[in-house]
């Protein structure tokens, strides 16, 4: 069974960086496709980033394109978002997930694909 834990979260000040790591335990990520999700108090989950099985093909919500930046390190088997500038409203619990797949270069960003689960790491943007 696999198993995602995520860290890196904490408080940054606005322009900041952050690095999330998404490490997994219970099976190689090889197999996997893995999506950034967060949620905002008060707001549904939505889609941030993913990245396809072999690294190929990454995808970004428009309000993170050009400041986030996903990664995969299968040798680690970890999965990295890179979050820079860093705005107030980029403020949630950032989870990470996978979907198993035999599909080399195709991610969605969208939280029914995914079948596996963190618990999250908090990230607070604030001065």
């Known amino acids: 069974q696999l198993q995602l834990v995520e860290s890196g979260g904490g408080l940054v000040q606005p322009g900041g960086s952050l690095r999330l790591s998404c490490a997994a335990s219970?099976?190689?990520?090889?197999?996997?496709?893995i999506g950034w999700f967060r949620q905002a108090p008060g707001k549904e989950r939505e889609g941030v980033s993913c990245i396809s099985k072999s690294g190929g093909t990454r995808n970004y919500a428009d309000s993170v394109k050009g400041r986030f930046t996903i990664s995969r390190d299968n040798t680690k088997n970890t999965v990295y978002l890179q979050m820079n500038s860093l705005k107030p409203e980029d403020t949630a619990i950032y989870y990470c997930a996978a979907s198993r797949t035999t599909v080399q270069n195709i991610c969605v960003i969208w939280r029914g694909k995914y079948d596996y689960w963190g618990q999250g790491t908090q990230v607070t943007v604030s001065s």
């Open positions: 219970g099976s190689t990520l090889d197999y996997y496709r």
